[in-house]
């Protein structure tokens, strides 16, 4: 390590120190003309999201944002090389890795290769930064792992952090400001990821957060209910300085603000690009959004329908899924040439056996897309976590199994086995050639992206039994 930041390294806080007092200033060795601060920052990876064995193929991925979000946010006045490295499409050397600062970002299934990134540098006396979803739900835990942790979005606590850093008084942990804004923000640099290992690499964001409340939602527990938007000028600069054709939005809730969305979308409509991003049911409720999310270029859209099952929806505080026929709401979305990536989750408290066949009939008989299924995760500190675990019902907090394919609770009207199994049995049916088929052929729609997908997806069904074991966590040499 060079000596210039080996003083910084020694001022970093402690685990075990008071996480609301800034370090006590310790004299910088560091001039800031001699050298750039070395900064790399990593996306660990899960048991299915992994460069090596892993499922997803390259058809199925496309470039994330955080790592590049973070990048652009180093403050100009720092020199710094960034590197970013995505565990999930690319390999670590985590014994020769040479940084003066690491950042990783962790959801709660990768939470456990992120301690493990974390302590292996730290060892080796390179400060480690957590931050992301689960370091935001579980801020308490995650400090335990890092020097210092940044808790709710970065945009202003990571550069603030930064700068602390080279003063050498980075504090234990950092909050988003309840006033945040995400108005004048640097685009993504996005140049630092390596797209060639990716089948989208234009990815971009316009809003965070959500309106709604959902009980297994880790947006309201983690930010609240209160949407951000980057200007509308802002999205569109950054879609032309791409000199994209094809873009995919990564809002959790695009139409979270009807009349945010409506503004965005017609401002892309003379952009003449197409684009997939993230939806609810609601937008079928509303033609005039609808009109214009097509004429704007939306080619597809991926839309938690969540279950079949009213009560399951009035459960997990979605019940205005079910205000309009499903049926219809695929109809609606179909009739504008719009693909459909159907979201479905099992396991909710008033599903029983039945659940899985009439969802894999559903889904058949409108000729979804794409449909994907996911068992229901009590992800930590969300209401349904909360909710289960005074009922005693949360049977590991291994959050490496926190990923939608484990049972990681006690359901109520069928054993674990049961859900694990019918859920399998649930991809199986539905990427059979023979479903594949049936499905796009009454579809018809996108058919270029649609074929690719469902392979993809075929081989995520027929594998899911053989890529849980447990070499993904610990391998040799990362
Ligand atoms: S609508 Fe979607 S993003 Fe919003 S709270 Fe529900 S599950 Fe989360």
Redesign the pocket.
């Known amino acids: 390590m060079p000596e210039t930041f080996s003083n910084l390294r020694r001022g970093i806080r402690s685990p075990g120190e008071c996480a609301s007092d800034p370090l006590p200033a310790i004299p910088s060795a560091r001039d800031p003309s001699s050298r750039k601060l070395r900064i790399h920052l990593i996306c660990p990876r899960g048991p299915l999201y992994r460069h090596r064995g892993g499922i997803w193929k390259k058809t199925m991925r496309y470039a994330p944002l955080t790592l590049t979000t973070l990048a652009s946010l180093v403050p100009p006045e720092i020199a710094a090389e960034v590197r970013i490295t995505d565990e999930g499409v690319d390999e670590i050397d985590l014994e020769r890795m040479d940084a003066d600062l690491v950042g990783i970002t962790a959801i709660t299934g990768t939470a456990p290769r992120a301690y493990e990134i974390a302590a292996r540098l730290r060892q080796r006396g390179i400060p480690v930064v957590l931050g992301g979803v689960h370091p935001t739900l579980m801020p308490e835990e995650a400090m335990q792992h890092a020097d210092s942790t940044v808790v709710g979005y970065a945009e202003e606590s990571w550069p603030q952090l930064l700068r602390d850093f080279v003063t050498g008084r980075m504090a234990h942990r950092y909050d988003q400001s309840p006033k945040l804004r995400l108005d004048n923000l640097p685009f993504p640099r996005r140049q630092l990821y390596n797209t060639g290992l990716v089948n989208v690499a234009h990815t971009i964001e316009a809003t965070r957060g959500?309106i709604?409340?959902?009980e297994?939602?880790v947006?309201?527990s983690a930010w609240g209910g209160k949407p951000l938007q980057k200007p509308v000028a802002h999205v569109v600069a950054d879609i032309q300085q791409m000199k994209a054709k094809r873009v995919i939005f990564l809002d959790?809730?695009l139409i979270?603000d009807v009349a945010y969305a409506k503004e965005l979308f017609t401002a892309l409509v003379p952009l003449k690009i197409q684009w997939g991003g993230l939806a609810?049911t609601t937008i079928a409720w509303d033609d005039e959004l609808l009109d214009l999310a097509a004429r704007s270029g939306c080619r597809g859209l991926l839309i938690?329908f969540e279950s079949l099952n009213q009560q399951s929806l009035n459960e997990a505080r979605?019940a205005f899924n079910m205000r309009r026929d499903y049926h219809e709401v695929v109809r609606k979305i179909r009739d504008r040439r719009i693909a459909l990536m159907g979201c479905f989750v099992f396991g909710f408290d008033h599903d029983t056996l039945s659940i899985f066949d009439e969802t894999v009939d559903f889904v058949m008989e409108t000729h979804m897309d794409l449909p994907r299924y996911a068992i229901a995760v009590p992800f930590p500190n969300t209401g349904l976590y909360k909710r289960l675990k005074g009922q005693g019902r949360i049977t590991t907090e291994n959050w490496g199994l926190y990923d939608g394919q484990h049972v990681v609770f006690e359901p109520k009207n069928m054993t674990a086995a049961e859900l694990l199994e019918n859920t399998h049995r649930a991809w199986k049916k539905t990427y059979s050639y023979l479903a594949i088929g049936k499905r796009l052929n009454g579809s018809r729609t996108q058919l270029p992206i649609a074929i690719p997908a469902n392979l993809g997806y075929r081989f995520y069904a027929y594998h899911l039994d053989t890529f849980y074991s447990c070499d993904w966590q610990l391998a040799p040499n990362a």
């Open positions: 959500c709604f409340q959902c297994f939602c947006v309201p959790l809730n979270a609810t938690g979605k």
